[in-house]
C-alpha cells in the first residue's frame, strides 16, 4: 500500500495535464433547434436555405458549420454570407456527409473571420440531401430561389456553427492561440509531475 500511495500524485497529475488539452480548443456552439427533426426537406439545385445567427461576439473566427442530414447524403456547397445575405463571406465549398445524421465541417484552415450578424447556408448541387426540420422552433431560417432570402417563419432549418472569439488588443483585433496560452501551465504540470516521479521511484525503489 506505501508503494501505491508514492504513485497516486502522480496518476492525478497526468489526468490534469491530459484535460487541460481538449478544453484548449474547445469553441462556442450558436444553435436554435432542439435537436429533434420532426421533418425535412430537399429543394431543387442551385437553391440555398440558410440559418443566420446572432453574433454574441463583436468579432469572431467561425471553426465549425454543422447540418443535420435526415437522409439521401450527397454532395452539397456550404457559404458563409453577412447578416442580410447581400455579401458573400466564404464558399462555395463542397463536402459530401459519410451519413446521416450530424454533419460537421471543419472551417478552421479557411480562417474565417466575421463581424457581427452572419448567415451560414446550404447549396443544393443535385436534388440531395434532405436537411432537418425542427418545427418546435422558428425565426433565424431563410431560403433563397433567386433574387431576396425569404423568410419562411414556420420551422428551423437544422443548420449550426461553433465559432471562438477573436480579441481586441491594443485596437488590433488579433485571435488567441488558447494552447499556446495554457502551453505554460501545462509544461510546469508535467515538469512537476517529472520531478515527481524521479523522487516517487527513487523512494519506491529503496524501500
Known amino acids: 500500500m506505501k508503494k501505491l500511495g508514492v504513485f497516486i500524485p502522480i496518476f ?44 454574441p461576439l463583436p468579432r469572431c473566427k467561425i471553426l465549425t458549420a454543422r447540418y443535420y442530414i435526415y437522409s439521401d ?14 455579401i458573400r463571406l466564404f464558399g462555395p465549398l463542397s463536402v459530401t456527409p459519410t451519413s446521416t445524421g450530424w454533419f460537421d ?3 478552421i484552415p479557411y480562417n474565417i473571420e466575421v463581424t457581427g450578424d452572419f448567415m451560414v447556408a446550404i447549396q443544393w448541387v443535385s436534388t440531395d440531401p434532405e ?6 422552433n422558428a425565426g433565424h431560417s431563410y431560403y433563397k430561389t ?9 420551422y428551423e432549418y437544422m443548420i449550426r456553427v461553433e465559432i471562438d ?13 488558447r494552447l499556446s496560452i495554457l502551453t505554460p501551465f ?19 525503489c529503496k524501500d
Open 12 to 55: 492525478f497529475t497526468i489526468v490534469l495535464a491530459s484535460s487541460m488539452i481538449p478544453n484548449a480548443f474547445a469553441g462556442t456552439w450558436i444553435f436554435y433547434d432542439d435537436g429533434g427533426a420532426e421533418s425535412a426537406i430537399k429543394v431543387a439545385p442551385g437553391y440555398y436555405m440558410a440559418v443566420k445567427f446572432t453574433n
Open 73 to 86: 447524403p450527397y454532395e452539397f456547397n456550404i457559404h458563409i454570407f453577412n447578416s442580410d445575405g447581400s
Open 131 to 136: 436537411i432537418g426540420n425542427d418545427e418546435n
Open 146 to 154: 433567386s433574387g431576396d432570402w425569404i423568410f419562411p417563419g414556420r
Open 186 to 204: 501545462i509544461a510546469l504540470v508535467g515538469l512537476i509531475g517529472a520531478i515527481y516521479t524521479i523522487f516517487a521511484i527513487r523512494k519506491w
Open 165 to 177: 472569439p477573436i480579441h481586441a488588443v491594443g485596437g488590433i483585433y488579433a485571435p488567441t492561440d
Open 105 to 107: 465541417v471543419d472551417l
